[in-house]
């Protein structure tokens, strides 16, 4: 969590130096908002169940894609928060035994998060840092092993394979800065706390803690 506590204080010190009057992110306002959004897991992969090599564990790369959200003010302070995003994609790779033989499949990632969060400073300040604490539920959709995993796990054979869907928790921390009255500007970063298991068609499974690290760049619109 250290990448966040540094990201805090960052939002925090920009904020303290640049209030200006703009218009209020007060009770009853919504937010919409877009733009490129990146999921980068931190993975601490379990070893794969026999029968396979001995320490055969995983990794998983960064995904990036179109995200934003809705946001609704129910005080002056205090918002509720649904992201948005088009399912991230994610290249599963070889790691421990089997490092280096590099991809062995894909797995898609469509997170739903509700997010309540806490806005400093008063309505109308046009710099607004905000933390906020959600509930996620993590839903896997087509993974997919593909010959290099077929060739470990079962030569000769078609192996597939079957990631659980989860619920975990989500803390996040955010700025926005008012463009004018309508238009606004929006960073954030987040921490999704997850482990999940993968279960391959050939009996095997692999646990393995995610915990993806998501950020976002935003334009945004408010009503």
């Given at each position: ?9 960052l ?45 055969t ?9 179109l995200g ?5 003010m ?13 399912p991230?994609k994610h ?17 898609e ?6 997010f ?13 840092p ?7 539920y993590?839903?896997?959709i ?16 078609s ?7 989860k619920?975990?928790i ?30 391959l ?23």
């Open positions: 969590m250290t990448m966040m506590t540094k990201t805090l204080g939002i925090l010190l920009t904020g303290l130096g640049a209030m200006h009057s703009a218009q209020a992110q007060s009770a009853g306002t919504w937010m919409l908002r877009g733009g490129p959004m990146i999921i980068a897991p931190q993975v601490d992969s379990g070893a794969m169940t026999a029968p396979s090599l001995p320490d564990r995983i990794q998983v790369n960064s995904a990036t894609t934003g959200g809705i946001s609704y129910w005080t002056d302070h205090i918002s509720f928060d649904v992201p948005l995003a088009v991230f290249h599963i790779k070889g790691d421990g035994a089997i490092k280096g033989v590099g991809e062995i499949g894909t797995v990632v469509v997170p739903a998060t509700l309540t969060q806490y806005r400093f400073f008063e309505a109308n300040a046009r710099w607004r905000y933390v906020g604490l959600g509930i996620t993590v839903n896997f087509n993974e997919t092993g593909n010959g290099t995993l077929t060739a470990i796990t079962d030569p000769g054979g192996t597939t394979m079957r990631v659980s869907d619920f975990a989500t803390p996040q921390v955010g700025v926005t800065w008012s463009i004018d009255d309508h238009w606004f500007a929006e960073a954030m970063a987040g921490q999704t706390l997850l482990k999940v298991t993968a279960k068609s050939t009996g095997q499974k692999i646990d393995a803690t995610l915990n993806p690290i998501i950020a976002g760049l935003y334009i945004g619109y408010r009503f």
